[in-house]
């Protein structure tokens, strides 16, 4: 956890979404760091995702165990260099699985918030690793290209952002404004699971010289996409 002079406190603003503020320790972010730079360089080398009506995303995405390009998952990067991604260390899952854990987990003996438990054994077995920079921003938008109702599990390092957090049903109000710190944990799942959700502002120069960023904002989401390999070649023959 991080050291904060007036600690944040956690906060449910939806049944089933959850932030914990300064999970990462400031180790823990360097080390991720580290990672996502190794990971940039690929084999899958991060980019900017092309839209398919040829709009180009300001925030720059890799991926690891599942390459996600609108509006689908597939094992290599046709829109890249058509290389296979990296895959998803057991680390990463583990983490993935403590972050689950202390968010849905019960400090007060009280259970957890309204419609977040989760029954099964968290197995994420895909990241995608956003980077902020240079006024990048990402609009109101569904994680809804995984076949699987598994909660989404948002790691923040870097620069505090304004994180959009809205409802099921439309991109327009009722949403909430989360502000996201380095170190903070976001998960959303049960009736959240598929909430709209953006990021419309970055704070530029915000981030502490113990993440071992320069400046920029750093996401990790993992989730689980309910696909084989048989099922995404399916998906691909058949179009979405």
Excluded at 56 to 84: E, F, I, K
Excluded at 162 to 178: A, C, I, K, M, S
Aim: aromatic share 8%; with cysteine.
């Amino acid at each position: 956890m991080n050291g904060e002079l007036f600690p944040r406190p956690r906060a449910v603003p939806a049944p089933g979404a959850v932030h914990v503020p300064g999970w990462l320790s400031e180790a823990r972010q360097r080390e991720l760091v580290v990672a996502c730079r190794d990971w940039a360089r690929g084999p899958v080398p991060i980019r900017h995702t092309v839209l398919p009506g040829g709009g180009v995303m300001s925030v720059q995405t890799v991926c690891l165990g599942w390459h996600w390009q609108p509006y689908r998952y597939t094992r290599t990067a046709g829109d890249v260099n058509g290389a296979r991604v990296a895959e998803l260390p057991g680390w990463l899952v583990e983490l993935g699985r403590a972050a689950l854990a202390d968010a849905y987990g019960d400090p007060k003996g009280e259970g957890p918030p309204a419609g977040a438990s989760y029954d099964s054994v968290y197995t994420p077995d895909t990241a995608l690793i956003n980077f902020y920079e240079g006024g990048a921003a990402m609009g109101l938008h569904q994680d809804k290209d995984e076949k699987c109702g598994a909660p989404v599990v948002s790691l923040s390092i870097g620069d505090s952002c304004v994180f959009r957090f809205g409802n099921p049903e439309t991109r327009g109000r009722p949403y909430t404004d989360v502000e996201l710190a380095s170190g903070d944990l976001f998960v959303f799942g049960g009736p959240s699971r598929f909430a709209y959700h953006g990021v419309p502002k970055v704070y530029p120069g915000t981030t502490g010289p113990g993440t071992g960023m320069a400046g920029g904002r750093l996401n990790i989401t993992l989730r689980e996409t309910g696909l084989s390999d048989a099922t995404s070649s399916s998906r691909t023959a058949a179009g979405r």
